[in-house]
């Protein structure tokens, strides 16, 4: 529960929540922290940051303070490679990436949790690769003093399946490239495909182990993906152009 009293009567009261203070092109960031419990020499400085009433909880035994709160949610969403600190600020706690990979989201689930009131969690994309120490999401608990069953439901469903955010770490694969085209395989034209599927392989981590050229010829085309194949690799892309049967080789 909250309540509301004159900035004269809180000298020994602790306060509820952060108070911020700014001031235009020097600072901006807490006054007081969330906590600090007022005392005679802050009395001036609260009532120029307009502070004339501040408010202190008493929580019943059902109800959870937004900070409080967002450290469980925190908890529940954070799966395998996202790490959290646990020093949430006005509700809210940011999610980030604790190794470079592919960020999955559990999309269902982030639904059904956002649908629990007066709690939130956004996300980046699902599928997205992220770097170490990139945000991929942030929880927040709303209201400053909420009900504790709707923070142990939402923390319910993001822990149902395991979490609703994860990275995983990339396969390290070695990559065959083979290129198909009569025009590229015989000189015609210069091939543009292997340069930039090397450079997409390699900045996922991975490495190109073999590449060849093969003509418009499926025989000899599946002959080169067995020797591909043979020489080790566990990924294999294939480039060319579109043939219509009624041209020539």
């Not at 689930?109 to 997205?128: G, Q």
């Not at 000189?187 to 490495?207: M, N």
């Amino acid at each position: 529960m909250l309540r509301k009293i004159a900035v004269t009567e809180a000298v020994g009261s602790a306060l509820a929540h952060d108070i911020t203070e700014i001031r235009p092109g020097e600072f901006k960031g807490p006054a007081f922290r969330r906590g600090h419990r007022v005392c005679e020499a802050d009395l001036c400085r609260l009532q120029r940051l307009g502070k004339n009433h501040l408010y202190v909880i008493d929580l019943e035994e059902d109800e959870i303070h937004e900070d409080e709160a967002a450290v469980i949610l925190a908890a529940a969403l954070a799966g395998e490679g996202v790490v959290w600190e646990d020093n949430p600020r006005e509700g809210k706690i940011n999610l980030v990436a604790g190794k470079d990979g592919l960020l999955t989201v559990n999309v269902s689930a982030l639904a059904a949790f956002n649908m629990i009131d007066e709690v939130m969690c956004a996300t980046l994309h699902n599928h997205t690769l992220v770097k170490k120490g990139e945000r991929v999401g942030a929880t927040r608990a709303i209201p400053l003093v909420m009900r504790r069953a709707p923070i142990e439901r939402a923390a319910a469903i993001a822990r149902e399946q395991g979490s609703i955010l994860s990275v995983r770490t990339l396969r390290q694969a070695s990559v065959g490239l083979v290129i198909t085209g009569n025009e590229v395989y015989h000189g015609l034209i210069e091939d543009r495909f292997a340069p930039i599927l090397t450079e997409k392989a390699e900045a996922l981590g991975s490495r190109v182990t073999a590449l060849d050229f093969a003509p418009d010829d499926a025989g000899l085309i599946s002959g080169v993906i067995r020797s591909h194949i043979e020489r080790g690799c566990d990924l294999l892309l294939l480039t060319g152009g579109r043939h219509s049967p009624g041209r020539g080789n």
